[in-house]
């Protein structure tokens, strides 16, 4: 269980981060939702968290943005005098193939994605090291593993997210600080509500389980890694995708 625990997640307004903001509430953290312009789904999730008698608050930050980072964790820091589980889930794409792609559909995936998880740990680093203890878990896809057509940005993103976490796992351990990235496959989120049924059914195909993963899968896999159980596990990059990469 997570009681007095602080814990922050990036891109908790819906999806994944949304569920994983609910699980490590329900465990007892008390929960810092970011998110970058859907205040009003995090006020959602912040007044879920407090109907079933858990802690929650909600602060915007643009991840991608490195002061603005550093304003996020130095101000949770502040307030709840730690921070003891970061959650780099915060994430984008914008698809297109190769020939295609604009430089700054490019940038813009890199800088959330992979800059934005750079730009929180920098700052939590520092704070965790002080309390000899840490989690910090990174998301990153069974795309930066395998790849995939029309994703080369996202695709990059998401191998450099495992490149920073094994790195900084090697850094940190010594200091009683853990860093896994999770992997999903498919989750029935809206970044893949907008593919097309055709898309889904072959991408079902592929998927040994036979089903898309649920927010909920990927949350209980963030929340073991939060865990005091899970503190001898780190640089690990665990897939959540039912078999898909395999
Ligand atoms: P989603 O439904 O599109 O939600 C994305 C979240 O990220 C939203 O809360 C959004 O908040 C936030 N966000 C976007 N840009 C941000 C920024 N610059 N700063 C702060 N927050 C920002 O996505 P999801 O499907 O839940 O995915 C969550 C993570 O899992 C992503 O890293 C994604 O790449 C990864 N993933 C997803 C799948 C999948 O199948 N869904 C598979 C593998 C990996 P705002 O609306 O406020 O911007």
Redesign the pocket.
């Known amino acids: 269980m997570l009681e007095g625990k602080t814990a922050v997640v990036?891109?908790?307004?819906?999806?994944?981060?949304r569920a994983i903001a609910l699980e490590l509430a329900e465990q007892g953290a008390q929960v810092i939702i970011?998110?970058?312009?859907?205040c009003e789904?995090?006020g959602k999730v912040k007044q879920e968290i407090e109907a079933k008698g858990g802690k929650a608050e909600t602060i915007p930050?643009?991840?991608?943005d490195f002061e603005q980072c550093a304003e996020l964790i130095g101000g949770v820091i502040k307030t709840f005098g730690s921070i003891d589980i970061l959650v780099n889930?915060?994430?984008?794409t914008r698809d297109g193939l190769l020939m295609k792609m604009s430089e700054k559909d490019f940038d813009d995936v890199l800088a959330?994605?992979l800059k934005?998880a750079f730009n929180t740990m920098r700052a939590a680093a520092r704070q965790m090291i002080k309390q000899r203890s840490g989690r910090i878990i990174n998301?990153s896809?069974?795309?930066g593993i395998c790849g995939n057509a029309g994703q080369v940005n996202y695709a990059a993103s998401?191998a450099g997210v495992i490149g920073v976490t094994k790195s900084a796992a090697k850094e940190l351990a010594s200091r009683g600080i853990t860093v896994n990235a999770v992997a999903?496959?498919?989750?029935e989120?809206?970044?893949?509500a907008v593919l097309s049924d055709k898309v889904k059914e072959e991408a079902v195909r592929q998927i040994p389980l036979g089903r898309f993963g649920k927010?909920e899968d990927i949350a209980k896999t963030v929340a073991f890694l939060a865990s005091e159980e899970a503190g001898y596990i780190t640089g690990q990059v665990i897939q959540v995708d039912g078999g898909m990469a395999v």
Do not use: D, L
């Open positions: 990036t891109g908790a307004s819906r999806g994944i981060g970011n998110y970058n312009g859907s789904n995090a930050c643009n991840v991608g889930n915060a994430g984008i959330v994605n934005g998301m896809s069974v795309v998401k999903p496959g498919f989750v989120t809206e970044m893949t927010p």
